[in-house]
Nanobody
């Protein structure tokens, strides 16, 4: 059974930091891209950052470049999202997702949710001004 379990969300003031974790199980970690997506009320789900753990390829949305860092611990099948200098507009439910590496690498469509078959339950991040 595939499982993606997020943790690390919470309430933080603007300018603060949080680290999200995504623990994966039930599939071959190296064969998948792990992505972080977020969805704010009334908005579409957007790709924030993704990583191909087998070769280290990463993607960042323009809105988080220079502030967020994605990394993976392949020994633990866990992906992290370090979020620094958080802004109120970063407030959303953050989801971890896994998609087959082949189609994502071939199309370079890292932030497309439709390419990710497995999703976690989400963790709330709230940034106060």
């Amino acid at each position: 059974e595939v499982q993606l379990v997020e943790s690390g969300g919470g309430l933080v003031q603007a300018g603060g930091s949080l680290r999200l974790s995504c623990a994966a199980s039930g599939f071959t970690f190296d064969d998948y891209v792990i992505g972080w997506f977020r969805q704010a009320p009334g908005k579409e789900r957007e790709g924030v950052s993704c990583i191909s753990s087998s070769d280290g390829t990463t993607y960042y949305a323009d809105s988080v470049k220079g502030r967020f860092t994605i990394s993976s611990d392949n020994a633990k099948n866990t992906v992290y999202l370090q979020m620094n200098n958080l802004k109120p507009e970063d407030t959303a439910v953050y989801y971890c997702a896994a998609g087959e590496r082949g189609p994502i690498i071939a199309t370079v469509l890292f932030p497309l949710p439709a390419l990710y078959a497995y999703w976690g339950q989400g963790t709330q991040v709230t940034v106060s001004s």
